[in-house]
C-alpha cells in the first residue's frame, strides 16, 4: 500500500523524528503506486498556491512554508518556521530513489536538532 500523507509543524517531511506522526494532518491510502502520485500532484499543487516557498528531496518529499508562519520555541528561545509537509510513502516507510534514503536526523550545521518538538497540543494552545 502507498500512503499520501500531510503534515504539519516545525520539521520538513525527510526528518523523520521519532514522533514524527504526531504531526500528521491528512493521510490517504493507495493499492497502486500511479494513484498515489496522481493524489500527490493535486496536493502539491494546492500546497504550492498557498505557500510562499517549497523545497523538494528524493522519495515524494516536499516541504512548502510562509514567510512569517513561526512560532516561538522557549526552549530555543527563537522563532521556529512552522512548514506543510507533503510525502508519499510505500507500507509506512520512505521511498527510496537512486540509494538516497538515509533518515536526516540532524541539522543543515551537521548538529543534531535539539528543540523539542512542537506537539499537536502546543498547536492548540497557540491558536486561542
Not at 540532524?106 to 486561542?128: L, V
Request: a negative charge.
Amino acid at each position: 500500500m502507498y500512503q499520501v500523507i500531510k503534515i504539519y509543524g516545525e520539521n520538513e517531511p525527510w526528518w523523520f523524528f521519532e514522533d514524527w506522526e504526531k504531526d500528521i494532518i491528512e493521510k490517504k491510502e493507495f493499492k497502486d503506486f500511479e494513484q498515489a502520485k496522481v493524489c500527490f500532484g493535486e496536493k502539491f499543487c494546492e500546497l504550492k498556491s498557498q505557500n510562499d516557498h517549497v523545497n523538494e528531496k528524493p522519495g515524494f518529499l516536499t516541504a512548502f512554508w510562509q514567510d512569517g508562519n513561526t512560532h516561538f520555541c522557549e526552549e530555543c528561545d527563537d522563532e521556529v518556521q512552522l512548514f506543510h509537509g507533503l510525502m508519499i510513502l510505500k507500507d509506512n516507510q520512505k521511498i527510496v530513489v537512486d540509494g538516497k534514503g538515509k533518515d536526516e536526523t540532524i541539522n543543515y550545521s551537521g548538529k543534531a536538532k535539539c528543540c523539542q518538538r512542537f506537539s499537536q497540543s502546543s498547536r492548540s494552545e497557540s491558536k486561542e
